[in-house]
């Protein structure tokens, strides 16, 4: 049990893994984040308060958000300055009924003043949308890389425990967008319709205040239903966030993984996984809606009504003699837009109220401390690195798995300028020690050594520059062959990057395509066959000039013959520096220095090939090797590459037979569903401790 658990983080998410979690797993995922909001010490949503979107703003942010806060604030006002001079051009047309000759004089004015309002609101206008949009896309930029720079300074224990993909790529996206929105126009809105708002009860309340005494009494039922509105909309959004942020994730793990869909014709589980993690999103959109709607409906049934009982109270003062019809109409009209201006700023709350929870996990993250320091230069720097590397009495568990114990007290050296191969059933954990050494992960017991310094008082940058990695599955981003290369030594030439090709066998097949280096490879080098991605790989590695080679299955994955000529890439590239080879073809590995099987989490046989080989039927190499060439002999092909035999199981169960044949202990019976790993702990050898 134990090796089968640490098989699942010793190598990541495989294929098939990964497809069933797109598939089948996420959905319940919904319902568990459903239920971890339901948090009983926590009734509040998980927002920011609005003055934190504006953390990112700077000396000339401020001055953007002061000119155009006055911009806006002119422009609002502005409307209630009309009816003023709207109101005097009403009664100026009603004094001047019996001398229309007069008219013309007396209304010049007045037009006069609507010019230059109307100048006023051109500028006041303009510089309110163009200050808030520009600093909006200001902070929205600075939000931006630092919430990147703060994903990549995590550890990879992090994005083994806390972080999924689609997640992060929606906030940067989709998320940051609604804090720019809250934090760019849509504030210019508020504060505009704002000022409307209390410029037009100024108005009023100076020409006639009894007509706008009666319009006020209504503003704390408006601000009532706003705020009640404002309180659930945010409650709603930060649950639908979540919720299509679950589906986002099968989304991207159904169209990134499409060939493992295909293979399975999976297509109508992911349809219906998609589905029906929608559905709790689709419950809270509706509510949201209802809410959105009830809420608007609510307000603006209050304003109406806040309207007929100004009309017609203002009627009744010119009926009795206490007002004109210009103050009335003024003081009306002002009354009015001022309370249709509270219902047009409580619409932006919408936005404000997105921006806010859209804010929280990007806030949350960029406040997360680093567990690394990447991006600092802490640590030391060793002037003349030999090499040698030692694991010193390791204990480890993946974050992911705390449960299940890796390494108990694993200890390995590796001599500078050594080349040593590490072998083992699936799950022993040979390559949780390239992730050790790499320090994706800090061990919670021990230490590694690098020329006899513990790694993590190195600086992390500087470690990573000394150490050069081939995965099995090469990782080639959506760019040119040429910036694939690049990426192993900043500032590179031209020329350097031809000689790091052409020492990884890959010049030839990239003079050969039409566009040479400049070739787009595609998303994750899809362009290209399974030996080209390596051989770019590898010569990315040695661009790098490493002094710690690692070679993580590096030819697992490939045919005969692309493994034929990577191998001869990867013999050149570990010319003179210290190497460490994860392997499960043994055929590859018998010149190396020293072959080291693990074994659950222990280094159970050290030595040559030749050596270990002497051992006989009792040594854990011996067995393995044996193992595979029964499974060659049987049908040509090496045990170990489901993806590309025919049949593993007819294979094993052949090398299982002829050494079963051979052990008196084991029935048939018993060992008739075993795999490789568990074959190879079930015979009758006796292990060095």
């Keep these: 049990m134990k090796s089968q658990d640490a098989d699942k983080t010793d190598n990541g998410l495989d294929e098939g893994n990964s497809s069933k979690n797109a598939l089948e797993t996420e959905p319940g995922s919904v319902s568990d984040q459903k239920a971890a909001k ?82 006023v609101i051109l500028v006041s206008a303009w510089a309110e949308v163009a200050c808030w949009m520009h600093t909006g896309q200001r902070q929205a930029s600075k939000i931006r890389n630092r919430y990147l720079q703060a994903i990549l300074n995590q550890d990879i224990g992090f994005f083994d425990t806390d972080a999924r993909t689609g997640k992060l790529v929606e906030s940067i996206s989709k998320d940051i967008l609604l804090v720019q929105e809250a934090i760019s126009e849509k504030t210019g809105n508020f504060l505009h319709f704002m000022a409307t708002f209390i410029g037009g009860f100024a108005v009023g309340f100076s020409i006639q205040w009894q007509v706008c005494a009666v319009t006020i009494a209504a503003v704390p039922a408006i601000a009532f239903a706003g705020g009640l509105y404002a309180y659930t909309l945010t409650q709603l959004t930060s649950k639908s966030q979540e919720a299509y942020g679950g589906s986002g994730t099968i989304a991207e793990q159904a169209i990134t993984q499409i060939r493992t869909v295909y293979s399975f014709t999976g297509e109508k589980n992911a349809s ?144 500078a300028g050594r080349t040593i191969a590490l072998v083992g059933g699936s799950g022993s954990g040979k390559s949780t020690v390239v992730s050790l050494i790499e320090r994706f992960y800090d061990p919670l017991g021990g230490e590694i050594l690098l020329d006899g310094i513990d790694i993590r008082t190195l600086q992390l940058r500087w470690l990573r520059d000394q150490i050069g990695l ?61 030996g080209q991605r390596q051989r770019v790989a590898i ?111 007819s294979r094993l169960s052949s090398a299982k037979g002829s050494m079963l044949s051979k052990s008196r202990r084991m029935s048939s019976e018993r060992h008739s569903n075993l795999s490789e790993s568990q074959l190879v702990h079930a015979l009758p050898i006796s292990l060095p401790r």
Excluded at 310 to 335: E, H, M, P, Q
Excluded at 476 to 490: H, R
Excluded at 504 to 525: K, Q, W
Excluded at 556 to 563: G, K, N, R, T, W
């Design 272 to 415: 219906q996984s998609f589905s029906m993690s929608l559905t709790q999103a689709l419950r809270l959109g509706y509510r949201g809606g209802l809410a959105k709607g009830l809420g608007l409906g609510v307000t603006y049934t209050i304003l109406f009504f806040s309207w007929a009982l100004v009309l017609w109270y203002g009627g009744k003062l010119i009926r009795d003699g206490k007002s004109d019809g210009g103050k009335t109409i003024t003081a009306v009209f002002a009354a009015i837009i001022g309370g249709m201006s509270l219902g047009q700023a409580m619409s932006n709350v919408t936005a404000f109220a997105n921006g806010k929870t859209a804010a929280y996990n990007i806030f949350q993250l960029i406040n997360k401390p680093a567990k690394k320091g990447d991006l600092n230069d802490d640590g030391k720097r060793l002037p003349d690195v030999k090499g040698d590397i030692e694991l010193r009495h390791v204990k480890f568990s993946y974050p992911s798995r705390p449960d299940v114990v890796i390494f108990e007290d694993f200890s390995l050296s590796i001599p």
């Design 470 to 530: 081939v995965n099995q599955e090469p990782a080639l981003f959506a760019t040119s062959i040429l910036g694939n290369i690049l990426y192993g030594k900043e500032g590179a030439t031209q020329m350097e990057v031809v000689e790091a090709a052409k020492a990884a066998n890959a010049h030839s097949f990239i003079s050969e395509l039409p566009n040479g280096y400049n070739t787009e490879v595609g998303d994750r080098g899809v362009t290209l066959s399974g």
């Design 38 to 119: 339901k948090d009983k010490s926590n009734k509040q949503a998980n927002a920011v308060g609005y003055l934190q979107l504006f953390s990112f703003a700077d000396k000339y942010d401020y001055l953007l958000i002061f000119i155009g806060s006055l911009g806006a604030a002119a422009h609002g006002v502005a409307f209630p300055v009309f009816f003023l001079i709207f109101g005097k051009l009403i009664n100026s047309f009603g004094s001047n009924q019996d001398s229309p000759s007069k008219v013309a004089d007396k209304v010049a004015p007045y037009a006069a003043d609507m010019v230059y309002l109307g100048i």
């Design 539 to 649: 010569a990315r590695a040695m661009l790098k000039d490493p002094k710690i080679l690692l070679l993580d299955e590096a030819t697992s994955a490939l045919d005969a013959a692309s493994e034929k000529v990577v191998q001869g890439a990867l013999d050149r590239l570990m010319v003179g520096r210290t190497t460490v080879i994860i392997a499960h073809r043994l055929s590859t590995i018998q010149n190396v220095d020293a072959i080291g099987v693990v074994q659950g989490g222990k280094i159970v046989e050290m030595g040559t090939h030749e050596e270990l080989i002497a051992k006989g039927e009792l040594g854990a190499y011996s067995t393995l090797v044996k193992l595979q060439q029964m499974a060659l002999s049987s049908d040509g092909t090496i045990l170990g590459r489901p993806s590309r035999q025919r049949s593993s199981l």
